[in-house]
């Protein structure tokens, strides 16, 4: 099964872009100019050690998306690579998926990630026919919370030590957005810094 795919306009200054072996090399050139940064939040950056690691992974992306199982897009701004979000752990029968993204340092405090996560969420729920998307955050990530709540995410509970992080178990905040969901509801929880 394969579903459209495309290039999404997040504005005059940015887009997203279906991840590609193209992009592979940027994209680690991305990854390994913040490594120290990035790590924090993200385990998957310590295997990311050479541009074949990249490689290798965008390769799996385009056979994820391939196989309509997730849909991985490159962040641009100002036509470079400043993250990256995506569409995971689709689950079909239920029409449910996780939404997950980056950014790196010099691209945060703009809005970016907030219309990424806008973007991908009519990509999910228009394109997809997705019914429930979710956000999982860890909990001391105040950037990732914040950009959940901007966009309108409400916060539902704690899943308890449901991520492996550096060698330990953290607890994440689960966020979820239903389709139809009316985004004038007030918003209740946690309230971050802008991302």
């Given at each position: 099964?394969?579903?459209?795919?495309?290039t999404?306009?997040?504005?005059?200054?940015?887009?997203?872009?279906?991840?590609?072996?193209?992009?592979?090399?940027?994209?680690?050139?991305?990854?390994?100019?913040?490594?120290?940064?990035?790590?924090?939040?993200?385990?998957w950056?310590?295997?990311?050690?050479?541009?074949?690691?990249?490689?290798?992974y965008?390769?799996?992306?385009?056979?994820?998306?391939?196989?309509?199982?997730?849909?991985?897009?490159?962040?641009?701004?100002?036509?470079?690579i400043?993250?990256?979000?995506?569409?995971?752990?689709?689950?079909?029968?239920?029409?449910v998926?996780?939404?997950?993204?980056?950014?790196?340092?010099?691209?945060?405090?703009?809005?970016?990630?907030?219309?990424?996560?806008?973007?991908?969420?009519?990509?999910?729920?228009?394109?997809?026919?997705?019914?429930?998307?979710?956000?999982?955050?860890?909990?001391?990530?105040v950037?990732?919370?914040?950009?959940?709540?901007?966009?309108?995410?409400?916060?539902?509970?704690?899943?308890?030590?449901?991520?492996?992080?550096?060698?330990r178990?953290?607890?994440?905040?689960?966020?979820?957005?239903?389709?139809g969901d009316?985004?004038?509801?007030?918003?209740?929880?946690?309230?971050?810094?802008?991302?």
């Open positions: 099964m394969s579903l459209p795919g495309g999404l306009l997040l504005g005059a200054d940015a887009t997203l872009e279906p991840r590609s072996g193209r992009d592979a090399r940027e994209m680690f050139e991305a990854v390994e100019r913040d490594r120290e940064d990035l790590r924090e939040w993200l385990p950056v310590d295997a990311t050690r050479t541009p074949a690691d990249a490689l290798a965008a390769r799996f992306a385009e056979r994820q998306a391939g196989a309509a199982l997730a849909f991985d897009f490159s962040i641009r701004s100002n036509g470079r400043a993250g990256a979000i995506g569409v995971h752990h689709l689950d079909w029968t239920d029409s998926a996780h939404l997950g993204y980056w950014l790196a340092p010099g691209a945060r405090g703009r809005g970016l990630a907030t219309r990424a996560v806008a973007s991908i969420e009519r990509y999910a729920f228009e394109r997809l026919g997705i019914h429930r998307l979710e956000i999982r955050c860890v909990i001391e990530n950037r990732s919370r914040a950009v959940a709540e901007r966009a309108g995410y409400r916060l539902e509970g704690t899943l308890r030590e449901a991520y492996a992080l550096h060698g178990f953290a607890d994440l905040a689960l966020y979820a957005k239903v389709a009316d985004r004038t509801v007030p918003r209740r929880g946690f309230t971050g810094e802008r991302a």
